[in-house]
């Protein structure tokens, strides 16, 4: 269960995003709602990390905390975004998205019993993508440009 979620470096930008919090009620609303969603994605982190391997019930244990994961993904990707964020509206679906695909694959992984380590494989990119999308929501929304050569933003 060595699966590590960056909810902790989430929730520390989200910190430090409330910080400079101004007075348009839209946008408060709007970083309460990512406050919320990087505190629940560090709550499923903990959770996890919490389970013990051995146990007999620990991949489905696993496998329900990923289904938390997926449902505040698209929570996340149905939060309305201010007007000046618009932007970064498509990279929450797509991380909704790839957060989907990524549950889905470690569901089929770990399924009839077994382990699939290709489809582990699998989820774990998509992971790693639905993941990348938020910290460069995050960077954005913290006034900075990320440094990534592959960013297309629409």
């Known amino acids: 269960m060595n699966i590590r979620f960056r909810g902790l470096s989430a929730i520390v930008l989200a910190v430090w995003l409330l910080a400079a919090c101004g007075q348009d009620p839209e946008l408060a609303q709007f970083r309460n709602s990512i406050d919320a969603f990087c505190t629940r994605i560090s709550e499923i982190d903990t959770s996890i990390n919490s389970i013990d391997a051995q146990s007999e019930d620990a991949t489905a244990q696993l496998l329900s905390y990923l ?43 770990y399924g009839n019993g077994g382990y699939n380590e290709y489809t582990a494989e699998y989820a774990r990119e998509n992971y790693s993508r639905a993941y990348k999308r938020v910290q460069i929501i995050i960077t954005f929304l913290h006034g900075e440009v990320p440094d990534d050569e592959d960013l297309k933003i629409q």
């Open 67 to 109: 289904d938390e994961l997926d449902l505040a993904f698209q929570s996340f990707a149905e939060l309305d975004f201010p007007e000046e964020f618009d932007y970064l509206e498509t990279l929450s679906a797509e991380s909704s998205q790839y957060m989907t695909e990524a549950v889905s694959s470690y569901h089929e992984a």
